[in-house]
């Protein structure tokens, strides 16, 4: 029942981002660029999700509280669903659905190009979150595909440093924070593969 409640609850702190973006809409306090805004919010919040999704594996092992994985198809899929409120704010509200100068700026810019990018590799990995899906494709191939999540983070890193164009402060430190929680995720499979050498009859 914890887990239950514990879900609900993080269900509605997952829509706060957006609900703040629709309530500053109807205030009139988007700003002087407010599609800019919008924008940086919804792709802010994609990566803040992405790094806290990332998190639960290491928090799972150092906390020992297991029932923390039952969160994390939750909070990928709301990651998901961020990254497709910025892609449409981009595509339909600042481009106006016109293809071709989407794929100008795909082409043009690396830091479009890399953010499209992660946002095609994510479609997947959302189409398979489920359990049927995971049946399906197998537990090796289920799991082969979604490390695909790893190189996204790192893209989405990439993605707002190149977008940013003075203070690169705040991507600097999305960066420090996903290369400590793949670096325990490095150092963990290490320590795992020793152990296992170790292990009598495991030499060849």
Not at 14 to 34: E, I
Not at 108 to 132: D, E, M, Q, R
Request: proline share 3%; with cysteine; glycine share 6%.
């Amino acid at each position: 029942m914890a887990v239950v409640w514990f879900k609900a609850a993080l269900f509605a702190l997952c829509l706060v981002p957006l609900a703040r973006l629709v309530f500053f809409a109807f205030s009139d306090r988007l700003g002087a660029n407010p599609i800019e805004f919008v924008l940086r919010s919804l792709g802010t919040w994609t990566l803040t999700l992405l790094l806290v999704t990332l998190s639960i594996t290491p928090l799972r092992r150092l906390t020992g509280w297991n029932s923390l994985i039952r969160v994390r198809r939750l909070l990928g899929l709301f990651t998901f669903f961020y990254v497709c409120l910025h892609f449409l704010t981009y595509a339909g509200i600042d481009q106006s659905f016109d293809l071709s100068a989407i794929l100008a700026d795909v082409v043009k810019h690396p830091y479009i190009t890399v953010g499209f990018t992660c946002f095609v590799l994510l479609i997947p990995l959302a189409a398979t979150s489920t359990n049927a899906m995971q049946r399906r494709l197998g537990g090796k191939r289920w799991q082969q595909l979604h490390r695909l999540v790893y190189l996204i983070a790192v893209g989405g890193v990439v993605h707002y440093l190149w977008l940013v164009k003075k203070d690169i402060t705040q991507p600097v430190l999305y960066g420090l924070v996903l290369a400590v929680l793949l670096g325990m995720r490095i150092v963990w499979r290490r320590r795992a593969q020793v152990a296992l050498n170790r292990q009598p009859g495991s030499a060849i």
